[in-house]
């Protein structure tokens, strides 16, 4: 069971992980981000201080609430998964050092 690592070594899986990791964050919050770049834009261009008030952007982060609600047990399931297979491949390696080393290629350690 414990034989090959899962994520660990493979540098592909790693960043597939990564990313998938930061593309549901970005989708999560994609309103709260676009409606705050939205209101610093548009204060740069009129110099009036913009709020939920005075702005369309303004409006625009509250729909994180819903977004956040679509994605979260997405990332949640996924960053979960992913500390299981990083635990998986902790034991993975271990199991493969302490076979290397009962072959005689080093001296263990933790024996006595």
Known sequence: MFK?????KRKWRIALVLLLHGGLLAL??????????GMKLDELSTGVIQS?????????????????????PFLTWLFNLTMVCIVHDIIALF?????????GEGKDPFQT
Do not use: C, D, H, Y
């Open 4 to 8: 090959k690592t899962i994520l660990l």
């Open 28 to 37: 999560a919050l994609a309103p709260l981000l676009i409606g705050l770049l």
């Open 52 to 72: 939920e008030a005075n702005s369309v952007w303004g409006v625009l982060p509250w729909m994180t609430i819903i977004t956040m609600a679509a994605f979260w």
């Open 95 to 103: 199991r493969q050092k302490r076979a290397r080393l009962t072959l």
